[in-house]
């Protein structure tokens, strides 16, 4: 099951480049300072040279080595704006705009991915959720296929087989209230994203009823949503709609569905809507003892991921090697 060591290997089998968009951040320092001392993830910090330069001293981290690009002395940037000018040609942004926006390091960062100088984008850790979404909407874009940018949480949690307990969570973070044709895409995007982890998926879209023991709007929707799934991803096991303990329990499973090849072994969950996601994995977080890695942003042309305020160097670490293996 699920361990770093994993992602790691996959990285050193194919380097990658990761931008940081908060390059004088002492959390991005350290996460930078370490990567360089293996030769799988080469960072690549967006600010200026010299601040950079002394924001490491100052904290104490050696980023020899590492790439530094400065918006307001990027020898590409003329490129770079004619590039978001058709980008963003449906809005008429002019070049002065598309310019004055890229001295903005989330958009800039994001421009860097674009243009294929790095590899994927790690951001946040001063700003919010939507400042790191927005310019990946726009410039990066959904993959084909796809209407909506989602998220995924991986929980891991150490065994007493010796092997992790991994599981996947979506949506907790990006969809408030995701229709039945969302919900599908997320399964299928939460799916994909739990095979890179080691996971071999079995999908639970959740309710508080299961296989129609109680009734309503929210159960019509998330049963609608299952069957879409079921028919859209034949080869993926899925049930729905489902309680989380005939979920997960087998013996729950054997009074409330038997015979069921989800129920009582899923682990890869869908939640109904984002209060029930995002309670749903802090209580695993908090009570059940799981590390929590995410959000993960699913569904994006590339590998975009967003921190949280609060996160420390470890996290920025984390999130760098996974951001990067999704690639």
């Known amino acids: 099951m699920f361990g770093f060591g994993q992602l790691i290997d996959i990285l050193k089998k194919n380097p990658k480049k ?15 300072s370490r990567l360089l ?7 690549v910090l967006v600010g200026n040279p010299d601040e950079v330069a002394k924001a490491a ?19 590409r ?4 704006v004619e590039m978001f000018c058709e980008l963003r040609k449906s809005k008429g942004v002019t070049p002065e705009e598309a310019r004055k926006t890229l001295f903005r390091a989330n958009y800039f960062g994001t421009m860097l ?6 590899h994927a984008l790690l951001g946040g850790a001063t700003y919010s959720t939507a400042d790191t979404v927005r310019p990946a909407l726009q410039l990066i874009k959904t993959k084909p296929g796809n209407s909506i940018v989602s998220s995924c949480f991986i929980l891991v949690r150490p065994s007493a087989t010796g092997e992790n307990d991994v599981l996947a969570m979506a949506d907790c973070a990006i969809n408030i209230k995701p229709t039945e044709d969302e919900l599908v895409e997320i399964a299928g995007e939460a799916a994909e994203c739990a095979k890179i982890f080691g996971i071999d998926p079995k999908v639970a879209f959740l309710s508080y009823s299961t296989l129609g023991s109680g ?3 929210d ?13 859209k991803y034949p080869n993926l096991p899925i049930e729905g709609e489902i309680q989380f303990d005939a979920a997960v329990s087998p013996r729950v499973a054997r009074t409330k569905c038997p015979d069921n090849p989800v129920a009582g072994y899923a682990n890869t969950f869908i939640f109904p809507d984002i209060n029930a996601g995002n309670i749903g994995y802090k209580i695993a977080q908090r009570l059940g003892n799981f590390e929590a890695y995410g959000p993960i942003l699913l569904g994006l042309n590339a590998p975009i991921n967003d921190l949280s305020r609060g996160c420390n160097a470890a996290e920025v670490y ?6 990067a293996a999704l690639a």
Do not use: H, Q
């Open 18 to 32: 990761i931008v940081f968009t908060e390059g004088t951040d002492p959390r991005i320092l350290e996460a930078a």
């Open 37 to 43: 001392a293996g030769t799988f993830l080469s960072p």
């Open 57 to 75: 001293e100052e904290s104490g981290f050696n980023i020899r080595g590492a790439e530094i690009i400065d918006p307001a002395n990027y020898d």
């Open 77 to 80: 940037m003329d490129e770079m």
């Open 113 to 118: 991915v674009k243009m294929g100088v790095a």
């Open 215 to 217: 009734k309503g709007e």
């Open 219 to 231: 159960v019509d929707k998330m049963r609608n949503a299952a069957t879409k799934a079921k028919a």
């Open 318 to 323: 984390s999130m760098a090697i996974i951001t």
